[in-house]
């Protein structure tokens, strides 16, 4: 595609509940990121993909949080046993790994009630 | 790890007049400094970068300075526009990569016309 997509846009759950969320990196873009942005804050490093593999994912909050990119391209991130701070918008972003320049999705928008 | 502070959280200026947004990090070793800018609503995009081999980067009305002695950059805004309007985020990167990034919390910058 044109840029990198993220579904769903918003995702509304319950306390205690599992979610995923899925990110389509930009074609050819090898590497992928996972950050997290919540009201009023700057965008926080959750975890980073260098083909399959999780080069970097010493900004996951707990293990409640993982994430997998099987294929090297599309990579899903789930939560387990969500909570109220979990609360937040989940940027993915997919750079070629050359420049620095990361290419940001639209977000999915966590509300964990 | 790598701290980012970023001030003023907001600007406020008349169309036409300069901006500047000053940022400082922690680690010494950081070699790569971003700006991005996120107008509401939106996803970030990068606006310039600097890597840590020079001192000023210019690209039309913006310019980046970099003082690595003391530790801190600044972005510079020119004739500014009320699209100018938006949030702006500087970065300096964690250890893994360039794009392996912590985010000052960012400055909303407000252009009257």
């Known amino acids: 595609g044109a840029g990198v997509s993220q579904t769903p846009s918003n995702k509304v759950t319950e306390k205690g509940k599992y979610v995923e969320l899925r990110c389509d990196p930009i074609?050819?873009?090898?590497?992928l990121y996972w950050y997290r942005q919540s009201l009023g804050q700057g965008p926080e490093f959750l975890i980073y993909?260098?083909?399959?593999?999780?080069?970097?994912d010493s900004g996951l909050p707990n293990d409640r949080f993982f994430a997998v990119r099987p294929e090297g391209s599309v990579s899903t991130l789930k939560i387990q046993r969500t909570e109220r701070g979990d609360s937040a918008v989940y940027l993915c972003?997919?750079?070629?790994?050359?420049?620095?320049?990361?290419?940001f999705g639209e977000g999915s928008r966590l509300t964990v009630l | 790890g790598e701290n980012v502070e970023q001030h003023p959280s907001t600007l406020s200026v008349q169309e036409g007049d300069s901006a500047v947004i000053k940022c400082t990090y922690s680690?010494?070793?950081?070699?790569?400094f971003p700006w991005y800018k996120q107008e509401l609503g939106k996803r970030p995009q990068l606006i310039i970068d600097?890597?840590?081999?020079?001192g000023e980067k210019k690209d039309q009305r913006i310019a980046v300075t970099l003082n690595k002695t003391a530790k801190h950059f600044s972005l510079h805004i020119t004739e500014t526009q009320p699209e100018d309007s938006a949030v702006y985020f500087c970065?300096?990167?964690?250890?893994?990569?360039?794009?392996?990034?912590?985010f000052g919390k960012g400055t909303m910058l407000l252009v009257s016309p």
């Open positions: 600097i890597r840590s081999n020079v």
């Open positions: 970065a300096a990167p964690l250890p893994s990569g360039y794009s392996t990034l912590t």
């Open positions: 993909f260098q083909g399959t593999g999780a080069a970097d």
């Open positions: 972003a997919s750079s070629t790994g050359t420049t620095g320049e990361l290419f």
């Open positions: 074609s050819g873009h090898t590497a």
């Open positions: 680690d010494s070793a950081s070699n790569y």
